[in-house]
C-alpha cells in the first residue's frame, strides 16, 4: 500500500540512513500521523486477527460538511462509533458469517452471488475494477516450451488463441455471469474505451469472432509467419517432429476460479486449435520469481535490431529484464496469474505496458507492432484534455488488433453488506475489500452522534 | 550412566540438533531469491531510476550484501541472545509474533492436548474390555472416523451446522474476547472437537492392541482373584504397562499434527495462531520468522522427545540408564 507520510516524519530516518528505526516507527506502522484524516481512529491491531477503530470525533470533514450545504451529511460523519475489520481466511467461513449477521461487509464468490442477489436482507454491490483478467502468453525465447520456433510472437496466432475461447461461456459458467468481455485494454466503463465499433470482438461468439473455423484460419496465417515447419493434420497442430503440439499453462494454486479457467482454456484450445495444454498450479510467489520475473542483461544483450531500428534497454529490470533474448530462469508458455491494472482514470500509465519494447513492464516480451511510443508522446505532450481521447482510444484500438495479452474478462468485485446499515447512512461501509476478498467488515451503530 | 547423566547429555544432544536444523534452513533461505530485491529493482524503473542500483542498495539494507559466514554468525549469535530480528510482514520483532501466535494457539492445543490424552488411552481400555462386542465396534467406528476424515473439512462441516443452521456456536473466531470467559469456550469448542476427534483414533488403537496383551496376563488374574475391582484392574495395572509403548506414539502423534492441524484449524476458523504466523511468513519469505518458527518447533520436539524418555523410565521401572 501507497500513501503520503508526512516529509518531517521520516527526515530524520532518511538523514541517518536508519532503516531499522523507519520500519519500527510506531507512528507509520499504527498510522497514528493521520491525525484527524480519517473518520476513525485505530485502536488495536491484532495481526492476522483484524483491527478495531472507534469514532473519530474531530473527523476534517465535518467542518466541511458544516459549511456546504450540498455536503450536509458530513456535519455529522463519521455515523458509527466504532467498526472493526475481521480477518477470515476460509472463504465459506466469512460467507457465513455475513448470513449469521457476524459481519455486515463481506466480499463474495462469483458462485455465490446469485443467492444474496435473491435476498431480501442483503444489498449486493457490484464494484467494477480497474483490474483485467488476462491469460499471458510467452514471448521470450523460454517461451513456446513445444519446440523450435515461437508462435505466440505472430500477432495472427494470438489472434487465433483469442478467437478459440468463448468469453461469454467463460464468465456464465466460471464467473456465473458477473463479469464482462473485454476485448482491448480498457474496461467499457473507461473515458478511454474505444467503442465496439472500431473493435474486433475476439472470443464474442454472438458480435465477434470465435469459433474453430476462424481460429484456424488465423492460425494457419500465422504458421507461414515462422521458419519451423508447423502445420494442421486434420484438426491437430502438429510440429515438426509430427507430434501434436503440448503447451503449459501456469494458474495460481490458490484461486479455484483460476483453475476452473484454466480447464476451460485446454477444452477450447484443443477443439478450436488443436493443440493440447497441461495445466500447472503454481504460487504466485514462486512464479513472479522464476517465471515471469528475470535478471536483467547486461551490456551487449540488451541491444536488439527491431524492424530495421536499433532498440537499447536503458533500464532493465526484473520485469523487463532486456530483449526476448534475455530471460527469466524457468520456462513457461501461458499464465493465468496476474492480473494488470488497466489505469482507467490515467490513460498515460499504461506506457508502463505498451510504450515500446523496453517499456517498464514487459515480462512477456512484447514488441508492438505499432508506433506506440509516438502515440504516447503525443499523450504527454498533449496541452488541452480535448486532445487527449483520440489519443488513447487509438492505441488501444491498437491493443486489441496486436492482441499482446488475451484479454479473457473483467471481473467485477462483489460486496455484500446488510441493507439496514446501507439505509440509515449510505457512507456506512467503512474498512476496505482486497480483491481476493479476505476481508469482512463489521460496523456498529448504537446511537448517531449528535456532535 | 545415571539418570541426571543422561538427561545432560540429551539435553546437550538437543541444542545440537537444533543447530544442525537451523543451520540448514537458515542455508535454504538463504539461497532462496528473495522478492524484495526484484520489487525494488521494478520499482526504481517504474520510477525511472536505475533498477540495478536499486537491488543492490537494497541487498545491502537487508545484509545480503556480506559474506555467508557473516550473515551465519549474526543469525547464530542473534538466537543465542533471543534478539531474532524484526518480522518484515507482521511489522513486529520475531519473538513478539511467534508469542502472540502461542497465545492463541494455546487456548485451543492445550484442551485438545489433555483431552487427548485423557480420552485416547481409556476408550482404546475400554474396548480392549469389551472386545468384539458392539462397544469396542462403536469405539473403533469412532476413532476410524476421526482418523479417517480430513480436518478442515470435518471442520467446515461443524460449522455449518453449529454455526450457520443451528447458531449456538460463533462463525468467526473474536482475539478480543477474554481468554478464560463463556464465550471463549464457545468459540473454541468445535475446534478443539476437531483436533481430539483426529488425534485419538492411533492412540486409542494402540492403547485397545496394547492392553489386549496384558488382559489374561498372570498378574491380571492374580489381581482378579485378590477381588481388585474392575475398575482398578484395568485403570491401574492394566493402564500402566499399556502407556510405556504407548507414550511414543502420544508424544509423537501430537508432535507431528501440531503444525499441520493447527494451520488448517486456525484457517478454518480464523484463529491468529502460531500455525498461520508461520505458514504466512514461509509464503511471504520473512526469512526471519520462519527460522524463529523453526526453531521454537525444535526445541518443542526436542523437549517433548526428552519428556517422553524420561516418562517412559517412570513408567517402567525396568528401564535402567545405568549400562549407558
New interface residues.
Given amino acids: 500500500m501507497e500513501y503520503p507520510i508526512p516529509q518531517g516524519l521520516l527526515e530524520p530516518y532518511v538523514a541517518d540512513e536508519d ?2 528505526g523507519l ?2 516507527d510506531e507512528e507509520l ?1 499504527d498510522l497514528s500521523f493521520a491525525g484527524n484524516l480519517g473518520a476513525y481512529t485505530l485502536t ?1 491491531w ?5 483491527t ?1 477503530y472507534e469514532r473519530n470525533s474531530d473527523y476534517y470533514l465535518r467542518a466541511v460538511g458544516a459549511a456546504r450545504d450540498d455536503r450536509s451529511l458530513l456535519s455529522a460523519a463519521p455515523y458509527f462509533e466504532t467498526a472493526r475489520i ?5 472463504q ?2 466469512r460467507v ?2 455475513l ?2 449477521g ?2 455486515d461487509n463481506v466480499s463474495l464468490p462469483p458462485d455465490r452471488g446469485q443467492q444474496f442477489i435473491n435476498d431480501d436482507e442483503t444489498m449486493v454491490v457490484l464494484e467494477p475494477t480497474p483490474y483485467n483478467t488476462i491469460l499471458s502468453v510467452n514471448m521470450r525465447d523460454n517461451g513456446w516450451t513445444f519446440g523450435p520456433g515461437n508462435l505466440f510472437r505472430a500477432t495472427a496466432f494470438r489472434q487465433a488463441l483469442a478467437a478459440a475461447i468463448d468469453k461469454q461461456q467463460l464468465i456464465e459458467g466460471i464467473l456465473n455471469g458477473f463479469g464482462t468481455e473485454h476485448v482491448t485494454w480498457q474496461p467499457a466503463f473507461s473515458e478511454w474505451f474505444p467503442g465496439t465499433e472500431e473493435l474486433t470482438m475476439w472470443g464474442v461468439p454472438d458480435d465477434g469472432v470465435y469459433g474453430a473455423e476462424p481460429a484456424r484460419d488465423r492460425a494457419k496465417d500465422a504458421l507461414e509467419e515462422i521458419d519451423a515447419d508447423y502445420r494442421y493434420d486434420g484438426d491437430t497442430l502438429v510440429g515438426p517432429a509430427g507430434n501434436q503440439v503440448e503447451l503449459e499453462l501456469y494458474y495460481n494454486a490458490a484461486s479455484p476460479t483460476q483453475e476452473l479457467a484454466a480447464e476451460f482454456y485446454r477444452q477450447e484450445f484443443e477443439a478450436n486449435l488443436g493443440f493440447t495444454l497441461n495445466i500447472n498450479a503454481i ?1 504466485a ?1 514462486p512464479f ?3 517465471y515471469w ?1 528475470g535478471s ?1 542483461g547486461e551490456g551487449e544483450e540488451l541491444v536488439e535490431t527491431i524492424d530495421g531500428q536499433t532498440v537499447r534497454w536503458e ?6 529484464p532486456g530483449p526476448r533474448s534475455v530471460t527469466a530462469e524457468e520456462a513457461w508458455d501461458l499464465s493465468t496469474i496476474f492480473g494488470l491494472n488497466t489505469y482507467p482514470r490515467n490513460p498515460l500509465t499504461n506506457e ?1 505496458f505498451f510504450d515500446g519494447p523496453n517499456s ?2 514487459n515480462p512477456v516480451g512484447y514488441y508492438p507492432e505499432f508506433d506506440a511510443q509516438a502515440v504516447f508522446q503525443r499523450m504527454r505532450e498533449a496541452e488541452t484534455r480535448a486532445e487527449l481521447p483520440m489519443l488513447p482510444r487509438s492505441c488501444f484500438s491498437h491493443s486489441t488488433r496486436n492482441s499482446p495479452t488475451l484479454c479473457s474478462r473483467s471481473a467485477r468485485t462483489f460486496r455484500a453488506t446488510t441493507p439496514r446499515f446501507a439505509a440509515r447512512s449510505p457512507t456506512s461501509q467503512t474498512g476496505s475489500t482486497s480483491p481476493d476478498g479476505t476481508r ?1 467488515n463489521r460496523c456498529h451503530k448504537p446511537t448517531v452522534p449528535t456532535g | 550412566m545415571g539418570i541426571g547423566r543422561y538427561i545432560v547429555a540429551r539435553m546437550a544432544w538437543a541444542v545440537m540438533v537444533s543447530l544442525i536444523i537451523v543451520t540448514i534452513t537458515f542455508l535454504l533461505l538463504a539461497f532462496a531469491p528473495n522478492p524484495s530485491v526484484s520489487e525494488a529493482a521494478t520499482q526504481a524503473a517504474l520510477q525511472g531510476g536505475d533498477p540495478a542500483a536499486a537491488a543492490e542498495r537494497e541487498r545491502a539494507l537487508r545484509g545480503l550484501d556480506q559474506p555467508l559466514y557473516v550473515r551465519y554468525a549474526d543469525f547464530l549469535r542473534g538466537v543465542y541472545t533471543f534478539e531474532w530480528g524484526w518480522s518484515q510482514n507482521r511489522a513486529q520483532p520475531v519473538t513478539a509474533a511467534l508469542k502472540e501466535g502461542i497465545y492463541y494457539t494455546a487456548q485451543y492445543s492445550i484442551p485438545w492436548t489433555v483431552l487427548t490424552i485423557l480420552i485416547g488411552p481409556l476408550v482404546g481400555v475400554y474396548s480392549a474390555a469389551n472386545m468384539y462386542s458392539w462397544r469396542d465396534h462403536v469405539a473403533t467406528g469412532f476413532a476410524f472416523f476421526g482418523w479417517a476424515i480430513p480436518n478442515f473439512f470435518f471442520g467446515i462441516v461443524l460449522l455449518v451446522i453449529f454455526g450457520v443452521s443451528l447458531e449456538w456456536v460463533p462463525i468467526s473466531y473474536d482475539p478480543t474476547v477474554p481468554v478464560v470467559s463463556v464465550a471463549n469456550a464457545f468459540q473454541l469448542l468445535l475446534p478443539v472437537v476437531v483436533l481430539v476427534t483426529g488425534s485419538i483414533g492411533a492412540i486409542m488403537r494402540v492403547s485397545r492392541n496394547e492392553s489386549a496383551e496384558f488382559q489374561n496376563a498372570a498378574f491380571m488374574k492374580t489381581a482378579r482373584a485378590k477381588g481388585v475391582s474392575p475398575l482398578r484392574a484395568y485403570a491401574y495395572h492394566v493402564m500402566r504397562p499399556t502407556m510405556v509403548p504407548l507414550s511414543t506414539t502420544l508424544v509423537s502423534q501430537l508432535l507431528v499434527i501440531f503444525l499441520g492441524s493447527s494451520l488448517l484449524i486456525e484457517i478454518v476458523f480464523g484463529i491468529p495462531g502460531l500455525g498461520r504466523v508461520t505458514f504466512d511468513a514461509l509464503i511471504n519469505q520473512d526469512t526471519n520468522l520462519v527460522l524463529g518458527s523453526t526453531l521454537l518447533f525444535t526445541f518443542i520436539a526436542v523437549v517433548g522427545n526428552l519428556i517422553e524418555d524420561i516418562v517412559f523410565t517412570i513408567l517402567d521401572p525396568r528401564i535402567s540408564y545405568d549400562d549407558r
Avoid: K
Fill in positions: 532503516v531499522e520500519q519500527r506502522l488495536e491484532i495481526r492476522d486477527g483484524g478495531r475481521e480477518i477470515i481466511p476460509e465459506s467461513s457465513a458469517a448470513e449469521t457476524n459481519v504460487d510467489t513472479s520469481e522464476n520475473s536483467p533500464r532493465p529490470s526484473p520485469a523487463n508502463s517498464a513492464y469482512s
